[in-house]
């Protein structure tokens, strides 16, 4: 329990114990809600960590002074495409004509 509160921990430097004893409750309680909620969504896949590494990169058609990062991938090239350029079927417009 102590190296999974640990990362994310909220206690903080204090000389009060009754401080003390609620930032403890407080790391308690956040662990158990986490547990509980994994429990009951297995498919949750951890939040900003899984998001994080995901890289993304700049559509391919948009010029480079928009900097449009692109959230799907052509399925004819496998280029980058941004949601402006995206049709249904994930198709760049460079591949359609």
């Known amino acids: 329990m102590d190296q999974m509160v640990r990362t994310y921990t909220c206690k903080r430097r204090t000389r009060r114990w009754p401080m003390v004893l ?4 407080l790391d308690v309680a956040t662990l158990n809600a986490f547990t509980s909620y994994t429990a009951q969504h297995p498919g949750y896949m951890g939040g900003w ?8 990169k700049r559509c391919k058609i948009c010029p480079t002074a928009k900097d449009r990062k ?5 399925s004819k090239c ?9 049709h249904v079927v994930v198709i760049c417009e460079a591949c359609m004509h």
Do not use: D
């Open 22 to 25: 609620w930032h403890n409750v």
């Open 49 to 56: 960590r899984k998001r994080k590494q995901v890289k993304r």
């Open 70 to 74: 692109a959230s799907s991938w052509c």
């Open 78 to 86: 496998t280029s980058p495409v941004c949601k402006e350029h995206k």
